[in-house]
C-alpha cells in the first residue's frame, strides 16, 4: 500500500502535505510544534486534523505490518498463492486481514478438525465438487466407515463431511465480507427486556428495533450499558432468506448434482452455527467503536471548549465548596491563586450556624476585597446559592457568583500533587481552593485533573480507556500549547502540558525556577536539567516570559524566528519599545504599504509564518481566551417553581451531545434544549452550533418539577 497516496484521498489534500506531514511526526515533532511552528510545511493544516492524520498513519502502518505476518505465515505453511497474495496486497481493513488469515490460521479442536483427523476430508472434497454424475453423499459415505477411527456408520462419516464442509463455508473470506456488507445495509438491531416488570432507565428499549445504518450512537451506547447491566437482551437480526441467497450462491454449483442439498445442508449449519454468531459480534463490535469514536469526538470537543474558557483576570475569588453535614468549605485566593484564608460555613444547619456563616463570609468578602464567588456544583449547592444571593443583597459589595462544575475536584484535592500543593490543608478545604481558581482560570486549574473526570459528554466511562486518554490528552496539550503558559508562574501541571516537556522536565523547571529566582529569558530553559536541545525547539515558543527584557519572550514569536521578528521591525521603521506600547496599527499599516508576499521573501519566512509573526507583535502577551465573551456572573437566584412556560432567560451550555445541550439558567436544575430545538435549520450534531461555555437566550418549554426536568428552545416563537 501506498500510505501517502491513501491519506492523500482520504484527507483531500496535497501530497506533498501528506509527505512534509509524516516526515515531522517520524523526526519526533510535537503535533502542537509542527501546528504552529512549520505552517509552510504543511499548508496551515490545523492541530485535530494534523492528529487524525498521525492515528490514521499509525493504523495504515499496522495494517501493513499485520499484512507482512499474515503473508509469512501462509508462505510458512506453503500455502501461498497469486490470488491470496493480490487478497493481501488489497485488503483495506484489518477484518479483511483477518478473513484473508481465518483458513490459514491454527484452530483450536472443533468438530471439523476431529472429522478431519478421522480422515473426512476426501469425502468433504468429493461431496462439495457437486459432480453432476457423482453417487449421492450417503453412498459415498460408506467407504469412509472405520471404526478404529472412530466412524461406526455411514451417517458418521457424512456428519463428519458436512462438518469440513461447513467450516470451509465459514472461513470463505468472500461470503464473509458480502454477509457483513448485507448485515450492515439490511441488519436491525434488535434489542429485548431480559424482565419486562424490572424498573430501569432502559424501558424505551424493552422492545426495540432500529436499521444498523440508522441507528444513533448514544441508543448504540446505552443498549451496550443496559445489556451489561443485565436489563437487555441485544441481537443484530437479518433476514434468513437473504443471508441463505449469499451462501447459496457462493457455494452451490450451477447444476443440480446428487450432492447439491447436502452442500446446501452444511451451508446453512455454517451460516446459523458458526458464521452468523461470529458476524453478529463483529456488526456490534463495529457499532460500538464508531458510537465510541464519536462519543470521545463530543467529548473531546467539550473539554476543549471547557478549557479554552475566558478567565476572570485580577479578582479575589471566595471559593465555596457546599455541603451538608460537614459544611461548606470556603477558600479566598488572591488574583494569582495564591490562597489567603480558609474556612467552614454552616450554611445548611441550624439558624444560629446560619448566621455565623453570614458572618464568617461576609467578613472574607468585605476584608479581601472578594469580586467573584464560585459555588460548586454538588451536594447542597442549591441551599449554597441561595445563601449566597441573599448574602450579596445585604451587603452590596458589587461581587457576583457563578456556579462551577466541580467534576473531578474531590479526585484532584485527594491526590499526591494537591497534598504536594496544600499540604496545610485537608482534602475539602483543597477542593474550595480548587473551585475557586476554576473561575479564575479554568485551564491552569483544570490541568490538574484527569481529563476523563471533569465529566463533559456521554457514557465517558464506557469509552476504551486508551483511546479516550489519547484523544483528551491530545485536546489538554492543544489547549495549553494555544495559550501559552507563563513560565514564571506555571505549575507544574500546566509546564507537563506544553509540546516537549514531560513531567520530570515540568519539575526540573520548577526546581530550576525556585533554586535560581525567576526566568529573565527564554534562553535559561537551556540550562534547566534533562531539557535538551529538542525539547527547547518544541517548547520554546509556548513559554511566556513577561519578566523579560527582550519583548519577543512574551510573544508567541518562535526563537528560530526571533531574527526575522527584529528584521521586520527594523524594515517597518519601529523599535521594541513600539511593540511594547502597543503600536499595532502602525506595524499593521507598514506592512500593508510594502506587502505580505515581498516582505516575506525579503525576511527568508513563508507568509504562513509572517501573519503570526504580525499578530504577535500586535499584541504582546495576548491571551486569546480574552476574545471570548466573559462568563455570564449572577447575584440573585432562582427556584424551578418560578419558571413559566414561555419565560425568556440568558443561560450558559453546560454540556453538548448527541440529541440535544445542557444549559444552565441559574435554578440549580440544567434545562435540555432537544436537538429539534435548537435551529430551525437542519444540523446533525448540537455541537454544529453551540459549544461548551457559550452564552445563549433560551426560552421555557416545559417544566416538571417532580421529575426535575426542564425543557427548552432556542427557537425564535412564530408571530401570531
Same mark, same amino acid.
Request: charged share 30%.
Given at each position: 500500500?501506498?500510505?501517502?497516496?491513501?491519506?492523500?484521498?482520504?484527507?483531500?489534500?496535497?501530497?506533498?502535505?501528506?509527505?512534509?506531514?509524516?516526515?515531522?511526526?517520524?523526526?519526533?515533532?510535537?503535533?502542537?510544534?509542527?501546528?504552529?511552528?512549520?505552517?509552510?510545511?504543511?499548508?496551515?493544516?490545523?492541530?485535530?486534523?494534523?492528529?487524525?492524520?498521525?492515528?490514521?498513519?499509525?493504523?495504515?502502518?499496522?495494517?501493513?505490518?499485520?499484512? +507482512?505476518?499474515?503473508?509469512?505465515?501462509?508462505?510458512?505453511?506453503?500455502?501461498?498463492?497469486? +490470488?491470496?497474495?493480490?487478497?493481501?496486497?488489497?485488503?483495506?481493513?484489518?477484518?479483511?486481514?483477518?478473513?484473508?488469515?481465518?483458513?490459514?490460521?491454527?484452530?483450536?479442536? #472443533?468438530?471439523?478438525?476431529?472429522?478431519?483427523?478421522?480422515?473426512?476430508?476426501?469425502?468433504?472434497?468429493?461431496?462439495?465438487?457437486?459432480?453432476?454424475?457423482?453417487?449421492?453423499?450417503?453412498?459415498?459415505?460408506?467407504?469412509?466407515?472405520?471404526?478404529?477411527?472412530?466412524?461406526?456408520?455411514?451417517?458418521?462419516?457424512? =456428519?463428519?463431511?458436512?462438518?469440513?464442509?461447513?467450516?470451509?463455508?465459514?472461513?470463505?473470506?468472500?461470503?464473509?465480507?458480502?454477509?457483513?456488507?448485507?448485515?450492515?445495509?439490511?441488519?436491525?438491531?434488535?434489542?429485548?427486556?431480559?424482565?419486562?416488570?424490572?424498573?430501569?432507565?432502559?424501558?424505551?428499549?424493552?422492545?426495540?428495533?432500529?436499521?444498523?445504518? !440508522?441507528?444513533?450512537?448514544?441508543?448504540?451506547?446505552?443498549?451496550?450499558?443496559?445489556?451489561?447491566?443485565?436489563?437487555?437482551?441485544?441481537?443484530?437480526?437479518?433476514?434468513? *432468506?437473504?443471508?441463505?441467497?449469499?451462501?447459496?450462491?457462493?457455494?452451490?454449483?450451477?447444476?443440480?448434482?446428487?450432492?447439491?442439498?447436502?452442500?446446501?445442508?452444511?451451508?446453512?449449519?455454517?451460516?446459523?452455527? %458458526?458464521?452468523? $454468531?461470529?458476524?453478529?459480534?463483529?456488526?456490534?463490535?463495529?457499532?460500538?467503536?464508531?458510537?465510541?469514536?464519536?462519543?470521545? &469526538?463530543?467529548?473531546?470537543?467539550?473539554?476543549?471548549?471547557?478549557?479554552?474558557?475566558?478567565?476572570?483576570?485580577?479578582?479575589?475569588?471566595?471559593?465555596?465548596?457546599?455541603?451538608?453535614? #460537614?459544611?461548606?468549605?470556603?477558600?479566598?485566593?488572591?488574583?494569582?491563586?495564591?490562597?489567603?484564608?480558609?474556612?467552614?460555613?454552616?450554611?445548611?444547619?441550624?439558624?444560629? !450556624?446560619?448566621?455565623?456563616?453570614?458572618?464568617?463570609? &461576609?467578613?472574607?468578602?468585605?476584608?479581601?476585597?472578594?469580586?467573584?464567588?464560585?459555588?460548586?456544583?454538588?451536594?447542597?449547592?442549591?441551599?449554597?446559592?441561595?445563601?449566597?444571593?441573599?448574602?450579596?443583597?445585604?451587603?452590596?459589595?458589587?461581587?457576583?457568583?457563578?456556579?462551577?462544575?466541580?467534576?473531578?475536584?474531590?479526585?484532584?484535592?485527594?491526590?499526591? /500533587?494537591?497534598?504536594?500543593?496544600?499540604?496545610?490543608?485537608?482534602?475539602?478545604?483543597?477542593?474550595?481552593?480548587?473551585?475557586?481558581?476554576?473561575?479564575?482560570?479554568?485551564?491552569?486549574?483544570?490541568?490538574?485533573?484527569?481529563?476523563?473526570?471533569?465529566?463533559?459528554?456521554?457514557?465517558?466511562?464506557?469509552? $476504551?480507556?486508551?483511546? %479516550?486518554?489519547?484523544? %483528551?490528552?491530545?485536546?489538554?496539550?492543544?489547549?495549553?500549547?494555544?495559550?501559552? *503558559?507563563?513560565?514564571?508562574?506555571?505549575?507544574?501541571?500546566?509546564?507537563?502540558?506544553?509540546?516537549?516537556?514531560?513531567?520530570?522536565?515540568?519539575?526540573?523547571?520548577?526546581?530550576?525556577?525556585?533554586?535560581?529566582?525567576?526566568?529573565?529569558?527564554?534562553?535559561?530553559?537551556?540550562?534547566?536539567?534533562?531539557?535538551?536541545?529538542?525539547?527547547?525547539?518544541? @517548547?520554546?515558543?509556548?513559554?511566556? *516570559?513577561?519578566?523579560?527584557?527582550?519583548?519577543?519572550?512574551?510573544?508567541?514569536?518562535?526563537?528560530?524566528?526571533?531574527?526575522?521578528?527584529?528584521?521586520?521591525?527594523?524594515? @517597518?521603521?519601529?523599535?521594541?519599545?513600539?511593540?511594547?506600547?502597543? &503600536?499595532?496599527?502602525?506595524?499593521?499599516?507598514?506592512?500593508?504599504?510594502?506587502?505580505?508576499?515581498?516582505?516575506? !521573501?525579503?525576511?527568508?519566512?513563508?507568509?504562513?509564518? /509572517?501573519?503570526?509573526?504580525?499578530?504577535?507583535?500586535?499584541?504582546?502577551?495576548?491571551?486569546?481566551?480574552?476574545?471570548?465573551?466573559?462568563?455570564?456572573?449572577?447575584?440573585?437566584?432562582?427556584?424551578?417553581?418560578?419558571?413559566?412556560?414561555?419565560?425568556?432567560?440568558?443561560?450558559?451550555?453546560?454540556?453538548?451531545?448527541?440529541?440535544?445541550?445542557?444549559?444552565?439558567?441559574?435554578?440549580?436544575?440544567?434545562?435540555?434544549?432537544?436537538?429539534? =430545538?435548537?435551529?430551525?435549520?437542519?444540523?446533525?450534531?448540537?455541537?454544529?452550533?453551540?459549544?461548551?461555555?457559550?452564552?445563549?437566550?433560551?426560552?421555557?418549554?416545559?417544566?416538571?418539577?417532580?421529575?426535575?426536568?426542564?425543557?427548552?428552545?432556542?427557537?425564535?416563537?412564530?408571530?401570531?
Amino acid at each position: 500500500m501506498d500510505i501517502i497516496r491513501k491519506l492523500t484521498e482520504e484527507f483531500k489534500i496535497q501530497p506533498w502535505q501528506v509527505e512534509n506531514t509524516v516526515s515531522l511526526i517520524d523526526d519526533g515533532n510535537t503535533i502542537p510544534f509542527i501546528a504552529r511552528y512549520r505552517k509552510e510545511a504543511h499548508g496551515t493544516l490545523d492541530d485535530q486534523t494534523l492528529r487524525e492524520i498521525a492515528d490514521r498513519l499509525e493504523y495504515l502502518r499496522n495494517l501493513e505490518k499485520r499484512k +507482512e505476518e499474515v503473508y509469512s505465515s501462509i508462505e510458512g505453511q506453503e500455502k501461498m498463492t497469486d +490470488e491470496i497474495a493480490a487478497a493481501l496486497e488489497n485488503a483495506q481493513t484489518l477484518a479483511e486481514i483477518e478473513d484473508i488469515y481465518r483458513p490459514f490460521k491454527p484452530k483450536r479442536k #472443533t468438530r471439523a478438525s476431529v472429522a478431519r483427523e478421522k480422515g473426512l476430508e476426501p469425502l468433504a472434497a468429493a461431496i462439495y465438487l457437486q459432480e453432476v454424475n457423482s453417487p449421492y453423499p450417503e453412498e459415498m459415505a460408506k467407504d469412509y466407515i472405520d471404526p478404529e477411527k472412530g466412524v461406526e456408520t455411514a451417517e458418521d462419516a457424512l =456428519q463428519g463431511a458436512m462438518d469440513i464442509i461447513a467450516e470451509d463455508i465459514s472461513d470463505n473470506a468472500n461470503i464473509r465480507r458480502r454477509l457483513r456488507n448485507l448485515f450492515t445495509v439490511s441488519g436491525e438491531v434488535v434489542s429485548k427486556a431480559a424482565d419486562p416488570e424490572a424498573e430501569s432507565v432502559y424501558t424505551q428499549y424493552y422492545d426495540f428495533s432500529q436499521p444498523v445504518n !440508522k441507528i444513533a450512537g448514544h441508543r448504540v451506547l446505552a443498549i451496550d450499558r443496559g445489556e451489561r447491566e443485565g436489563f437487555l437482551k441485544v441481537s443484530v437480526t437479518l433476514d434468513p *432468506v437473504k443471508a441463505s441467497n449469499v451462501i447459496v450462491s457462493e457455494t452451490l454449483a450451477p447444476n443440480e448434482s446428487p450432492c447439491t442439498e447436502t452442500v446446501r445442508a452444511a451451508g446453512a449449519d455454517a451460516y446459523d452455527r %458458526l458464521i452468523y $454468531p461470529s458476524v453478529e459480534r463483529e456488526i456490534r463490535s463495529m457499532l460500538t467503536e464508531k458510537a465510541a469514536g464519536d462519543a470521545i &469526538k463530543v467529548f473531546s470537543q467539550n473539554l476543549r471548549e471547557l478549557l479554552l474558557q475566558p478567565p476572570v483576570k485580577g479578582k479575589v475569588a471566595l471559593g465555596l465548596d457546599p455541603g451538608y453535614r #460537614t459544611g461548606c468549605k470556603v477558600a479566598v485566593v488572591d488574583p494569582t491563586g495564591r490562597v489567603l484564608d480558609t474556612g467552614v460555613a454552616y450554611i445548611t444547619h441550624s439558624q444560629a !450556624k446560619q448566621l455565623e456563616a453570614k458572618s464568617l463570609i &461576609k467578613s472574607l468578602i468585605l476584608k479581601y476585597g472578594v469580586e467573584i464567588i464560585a459555588i460548586g456544583n454538588g451536594t447542597a449547592s442549591k441551599e449554597t446559592e441561595i445563601f449566597t444571593a441573599e448574602l450579596l443583597k445585604e451587603i452590596s459589595s458589587g461581587a457576583g457568583y457563578m456556579v462551577v462544575s466541580e467534576a473531578g475536584a474531590s479526585v484532584y484535592s485527594a491526590s499526591k /500533587l494537591a497534598a504536594e500543593e496544600f499540604p496545610q490543608f485537608d482534602v475539602s478545604l483543597r477542593s474550595a481552593v480548587s473551585i475557586a481558581r476554576r473561575l479564575q482560570d479554568p485551564l491552569a486549574e483544570l490541568v490538574k485533573i484527569d481529563p476523563k473526570a471533569i465529566g463533559v459528554g456521554q457514557y465517558q466511562h464506557d469509552m $476504551p480507556k486508551k483511546e %479516550l486518554e489519547s484523544a %483528551l490528552d491530545g485536546v489538554v496539550e492543544d489547549a495549553v500549547n494555544s495559550v501559552g *503558559v507563563d513560565l514564571n508562574t506555571a505549575s507544574p501541571s500546566l509546564l507537563s502540558r506544553v509540546a516537549g516537556i514531560n513531567s520530570t522536565v515540568a519539575k526540573n523547571i520548577v526546581a530550576y525556577r525556585e533554586e535560581n529566582g525567576a526566568f529573565t529569558s527564554r534562553s535559561q530553559l537551556k540550562k534547566v536539567s534533562k531539557l535538551g536541545a529538542k525539547a527547547f525547539e518544541q @517548547c520554546a515558543g509556548f513559554m511566556r *516570559v513577561p519578566e523579560s527584557k527582550n519583548v519577543l519572550d512574551n510573544t508567541g514569536v518562535h526563537p528560530e524566528s526571533y531574527d526575522a521578528a527584529k528584521r521586520l521591525l527594523e524594515i @517597518c521603521s519601529l523599535s521594541a519599545k513600539d511593540v511594547a506600547q502597543g &503600536k499595532a496599527e502602525e506595524l499593521k499599516s507598514a506592512v500593508e504599504k510594502i506587502g505580505e508576499e515581498k516582505l516575506a !521573501k525579503e525576511l527568508d519566512i513563508g507568509v504562513p509564518t /509572517l501573519h503570526d509573526i504580525i499578530k504577535e507583535l500586535s499584541q504582546p502577551g495576548r491571551d486569546p481566551r480574552d476574545e471570548l465573551p466573559p462568563p455570564m456572573l449572577r447575584s440573585d437566584v432562582m427556584d424551578m417553581s418560578d419558571l413559566t412556560v414561555g419565560m425568556e432567560l440568558q443561560g450558559t451550555v453546560r454540556n453538548v451531545i448527541d440529541f440535544g445541550a445542557f444549559v444552565d439558567i441559574g435554578v440549580h436544575q440544567d434545562g435540555l434544549v432537544h436537538i429539534s =430545538q435548537i435551529t430551525d435549520k437542519y444540523i446533525k450534531h448540537p455541537s454544529e452550533v453551540l459549544k461548551v461555555g457559550q452564552i445563549v437566550t433560551v426560552r421555557v418549554l416545559s417544566v416538571d418539577v417532580k421529575k426535575g426536568r426542564i425543557g427548552l428552545t432556542m427557537k425564535k416563537p412564530k408571530e401570531a
